[in-house]
């Protein structure tokens, strides 16, 4: 367990509570902040006492949250008690949303008012700021990080026209720096590590090189289905798939082995961005894609490109037999290995083979059979430096995602 001792809104260790600690055997870190440090000269006995104390005195609350998650993540711990005030409460909870995820549980032991006996005791070190303010905070601090793994890398398909903004992401230049989620995690999940505030800058870098910032990047929202989104009609719950012929913003579909297909229709000037892993490909998510661009926009089949963005090859994708069955009668060549006990599987020529015989033109799909043109379509799993796996990197997988949106006049 960590404890996290908020000297800023607590003022001293006494009001706090914290010398009941000196025994605990819990990683105790003091938040204390750099001007209430030099005002206060009362840190060094307890740390002497304590050889694990971790003293966290930076001149932001956003810096020494950070450096205190930072240090959570190394000890690979998810249990925090908060020792704090009302007011320190409020405020850190604030800062929880952003920097944290549902994997940390949080305990607040909040020490009443009248018990802050102190006489130095006066609130924060720190300006205190409203929810909007904390939020600048966070982002502020967040863009001076410097960028792990490399620079920003995108792919980006000959296929798409230029009147179409697209790429799609690989896993440098973002700040994202546990290991399975290092760098340009662009996805934020209740079961893993990786914070709201995090993901979101390595959105904003990302639309920074790609050309995108500041316009919204609009995710699908996975089902690993055949559900499809057009945009403005009623959202559905869940959505494998989205199309539109707005301007101003950016559709986006998230993978990490499964396939981020972008669809774009140049004559319509109508785009589509769905998830296929391969449950999608086999309930036929990207056929499910390029009729609603039809139906929904008057879109012919044969004007439609369609670029498959890097996901796990046939190399390194398995299923049960039973599963593979099902690739086996949308042809024969997507299971190469029929009769093994876990056959492989190539989810990405199943998806070519069902575009094909919906009516898209071959010569109008980037995958990963199209060899004279720069690759769009690598194996995710055989490629650690470059993209995340979750076929490879187990449950805590970071995410890339592909990217597509209609130019303005003159962009």
Request: hydrophobic share 40%.
């Amino acid at each position: 367990m960590a404890v996290l001792v908020d000297l800023i809104h607590g003022c001293c260790l006494a009001c706090t509570g914290a010398p009941l600690l000196e025994e605990s055997d819990s990683h105790v870190f003091l938040m204390c902040g750099k001007n209430h440090r030099e005002k206060n000269g009362f840190l060094d006995t307890f740390a002497t006492k304590r050889k694990d104390v971790q003293v966290l005195d930076s001149s932001s609350t956003a810096e020494c949250l950070y450096r205190f998650k930072r240090s959570v993540d190394q000890l690979d711990l998810s249990s925090i008690w908060v020792l704090t005030s009302p007011q320190g409460r409020d405020v850190l909870v604030q800062y929880q949303k952003l920097l944290f995820t549902a994997v940390y549980a949080f305990d607040y032991k909040v020490t009443p008012v009248d018990k802050l006996t102190c006489p130095n005791y006066s609130g924060s070190a720190h300006t205190d700021l409203p929810g909007e303010g904390v939020r600048e905070a966070v982002s502020a601090f967040l863009q001076q990080l410097p960028a792990l793994k490399g620079d920003i890398r995108v792919l980006k398909s000959t296929l798409i026209p230029d009147c179409f903004g697209h790429g799609f992401s690989t896993r440098s230049g973002g700040v994202s720096y546990i290991q399975t989620l290092s760098s340009m995690n662009l996805f934020s999940s209740s079961r893993r590590r990786d914070p709201e505030a995090v993901v979101m800058e390595n959105r904003r870098r990302l639309g920074l090189h790609a050309g995108f910032h500041p316009l919204p990047l609009r995710l699908v929202k996975v089902n690993h289905a055949n559900n499809v989104c057009v945009l403005g009609k009623p959202e559905p719950e869940s959505y494998d798939a989205m199309v539109t012929s707005q301007r101003g913003l950016v559709l986006a579909a998230p993978g990490a082995d499964c396939m981020p297909i972008l669809f774009a229709d140049p004559v319509k000037k109508v785009i589509g961005a769905a998830h296929a892993g391969w449950k999608g490909t086999v309930m036929g998510v990207a056929m499910a894609t390029v009729d609603a661009m039809v139906a929904d926009f008057g879109c012919q089949v044969s004007n439609i490109v369609v670029a498959v963005g890097p996901s796990v090859g046939v190399c390194c994708f398995t299923l049960d037999r039973a599963q593979a069955l099902d690739f086996v009668s949308i042809h024969p060549d997507c299971v190469p290995d029929p009769e093994s006990a876990k056959p492989h599987v190539d989810i990405r020529l199943a998806n070519r083979v069902l575009l094909q015989k919906g009516g898209v033109l071959p010569e109008h799909i980037h995958d990963n059979t199209v060899t004279d043109q720069p690759c769009v379509t690598p194996c995710t799993s055989c490629h650690p430096e470059d993209f995340f796996s979750h076929v490879r990197d187990g449950l805590n997988f970071g995410t890339q995602v592909g990217f597509l949106w209609i130019k303005e006049h003159g962009e």
